[in-house]
């Protein structure tokens, strides 16, 4: 599923909310083409360029035990094996081959999201259980 698939859509503008409903759109290389509901020339359409989008999390699939939503996982501490705690998860970035946590703590560590590295999530206590060394 894409962003297309969702509607409506949000975007935040000088702090304030406002709901952008899609007549239509496409996704062009790394970006989205889309004409918006009641937006009919490029003046009225160029505070939307380069804007973050949101839906609402209830729009989201539900998902199978053991897997999460990146959102899910930003905030979480992350502890290694010997109980030593890396950071907290700051965002997680695509790499092409596999998925990589972005924890941030006294240093920055960069840890793969995938087994063996990937021990436990547990979304209760808000914990990310890896095998990563401290000094990597």
Not at 22 to 38: E, L, M, S, Y
């Amino acid at each position: 599923m894409n962003i297309l698939s969702y509607q409506p859509w949000y975007i935040n503008v000088d702090s304030h909310w406002q709901t952008l409903n899609i007549v239509r759109g496409r996704v062009q290389a790394k970006t989205i083409v889309a004409q918006i509901k009641d937006i009919f020339d490029k003046e009225q359409a160029r505070i939307y360029i380069n804007t973050n989008l949101y839906i609402e999390k209830s729009q989201l699939l539900r998902l199978k035990e053991g897997e999460y939503y990146w959102n899910d996982l930003i905030g979480l501490e992350v502890v290694n094996k010997a109980q030593i705690v890396l950071g907290k998860v700051f965002n997680l970035v695509d790499t092409g081959s596999n998925n990589v946590l972005v924890v941030r703590g006294i240093k920055e560590h960069w840890v793969p999201y995938i087994s063996p590295f990937l021990i436990q999530v547990d979304i209760n206590n808000q914990t990310i259980l890896v095998d990563w060394d401290e000094n990597f």
